[in-house]
């Protein structure tokens, strides 16, 4: 299966440690990066969701108005719509993207950011209530008839839809989360599982655990993999890392003040298993491994994507191909300086990448001809 690169846009510029500028939608910042993401050599962009931000399928039409072949990895938060809706929404946007969309399902955030939007279930049965959300909206994608359905979240009588994904494949489902509730819905719905940036051996773990759930539903050959991380790159290691260290500092004065990167609620650090599963590779070392850096998930509580790659192009490539080594297949890049970093990493590193990972492909059939 090809490598693929997805980086992030959000509405306005700035990131955890850039302060924001800007119109809370700035148009410009987004058709900008879209397009530099575009000719930099990036696949997609997730585009995220949460209760407090402008709403991102709005967001994602404009990306697709704007470019030409990257396509989205849309943030899509169940339980706030019925499916049926879900569905037509969302195949109704694939084909003003002409097949470019992806959705990055999204069973719930913090219990905070759920209830701000009305939702109240607990972690568990918010993630029943993804399977069947799921099961509905892949039958409404699919089915050629109307159809009736009754089960403990939704019943619709006559469900049907008029329009479909633009492409026969249909619209390619990413899915996280590290509890088991979260790894059987994956096993069942995902064809791309999304794990966080975690050492070697915790990213062999999980792929294993999401394979065993994948092959009870007879899909254990069809799932990807991606791994998300944060790139510092430089021309140098010693560069990098002193990149590295003024970055720590940023995410540190975030946390002293309550901002972006202080990721708790009442004073607890979060509780979800992704998190605490940073943490624990935290715990164990700055680096782990050849270069993947755990400070700033130590720091800030590890509330989403804290890890970082750090060193020169060839040496985050070459780790990046020990990921690809072991079944990830997907890498999403979330820059700490987003519109710098989009550009060096295009440029510096994908090339890297896919240049080796083509040699290795192609070094069995060249063996064989000869």
């Known amino acids: 299966m090809p490598v693929e690169f997805v980086g992030h846009v959000g509405s306005r510029a700035g990131s955890d440690v850039v302060p924001q500028s800007g119109p809370i939608v700035d148009k410009d910042y987004i058709r900008n990066l879209a397009q530099s993401a575009e000719a930099s050599g990036f696949d997609r962009l997730l585009i995220g969701a949460f209760s407090t931000i402008p709403d991102n399928n709005q967001i994602a039409a404009y990306v697709f108005q704007h470019t030409k072949t990257l396509g989205t990895m849309l943030a899509h938060r169940t339980g706030f719509l019925p499916p049926t809706m879900g569905a037509r929404q969302l195949a109704t946007l694939d084909h003003f993207a002409e097949g470019r969309l992806g959705v990055h399902v999204i069973t719930g955030g913090t219990d905070e950011d759920q209830q701000r939007d009305g939702d109240f279930l607990d972690h568990d049965e ?6 069947e959300y799921l099961d509905v909206l892949k039958r409404v994608w699919t089915s050629n008839e109307p159809f009736d359905h009754e089960g403990k979240y939704y019943r619709f009588k006559g469900a049907f839809s ?3 994904p633009y492409r026969p494949s249909g619209i390619p489902i990413y899915f996280g989360g590290s509890s088991d509730a979260a790894i059987e819905v994956a096993g069942k719905h995902a064809d791309t599982f999304a794990l966080w940036g975690e050492s070697l051996a915790q990213t062999r773990e999980t792929i294993a655990k999401v394979r065993a759930s994948a092959a009870r539903f007879g899909r254990a050959d069809k799932i990807r993999f991606t791994l998300a991380f944060r790139p510092i790159v430089a021309r140098t290691e010693p560069e990098a890392w002193a990149r590295a260290d003024q970055i720590l500092e940023k995410v540190k004065a975030s946390v002293a003040r309550g901002g972006n990167f202080s990721n708790r609620s009442n004073g607890k650090l979060p509780m979800n298993v992704g998190s605490v599963r940073l943490r624990e590779a935290a715990a164990q070392g700055r680096i782990l491994d050849k270069r993947l850096w755990t400070e700033v998930a130590a720091v800030s509580g590890a509330g989403g994507n804290s890890t970082a790659l750090v060193g020169t192009a060839e040496q985050v490539a070459e780790s990046i191909l020990d990921y690809h080594d072991i079944g990830v297949n997907n890498f999403l890049v979330r820059c700490f300086y987003p519109e710098e970093d ?3 990493y295009g440029r510096e590193v994908i090339p890297l990448v896919r240049a080796e ?7 069995p059939l060249q063996a064989k001809a000869s």
């Open 126 to 131: 918010r993630y029943a209530r993804t399977d």
């Open 162 to 164: 008029t329009v479909k």
């Open 342 to 344: 989009t550009v060096t």
């Open 357 to 363: 990972i083509a040699r290795r492909e192609a070094a």
